[in-house]
Nanobody, 115 residues
Framework: QVQLVESGGGLVQAGGSLRLSCVASGLIFSINHMGWYRQAPGKQRERVAAITPGGSTVYADSVKGRFTISRDNAKNTVYLQMNSLKPEDTAVYYC?????????WGQGTQVTVSS
């Protein structure tokens, strides 16, 4: 069973930065596409970034140029560097498969951006 543990969220002022981490277990991490998702109150969960096993990346238009996804296969960890944060980035952030869910979700990490 895949387990995902997200961390690194917090409260930050608009314009600030945060770095999220997600440690994955129960899978062969290096061969899997990985992604970061977020869900704001009253909204559907959306994918914000994804990274292929080879390191190619894709971003939602709303975060392009501000967020950077990366991975460390030796640590089974995927990161999301978030810069120039905006109040509309406030959400619970989750990691999961980059193309489809692994079937279970972690607890997520709360990101709150104050104006």
């Amino acid at each position: 069973q895949v387990q995902l543990v997200e961390s690194g969220g917090g409260l930050v002022q608009a314009g600030g930065s945060l770095r999220l981490s997600c440690v994955a277990s129960g899978l062969i991490f290096s061969i899997n596409h990985m992604g970061w998702y977020r869900q704001a109150p009253g909204k559907q969960r959306e994918r914000v970034a994804a990274i292929t096993p080879g390191g190619s990346t894709v971003y939602a238009d709303s975060v392009k140029g501000r967020f950077t996804i990366s991975r460390d296969n030796a640590k089974n960890t995927v990161y999301l560097q978030m810069n120039s944060l905006k109040p509309e980035d406030t959400a619970v952030y989750y990691c999961n498969g980059g193309r489809m869910s692994f079937g279970s979700w972690g607890q997520g990490t709360q990101v709150t951006v104050s104006s």
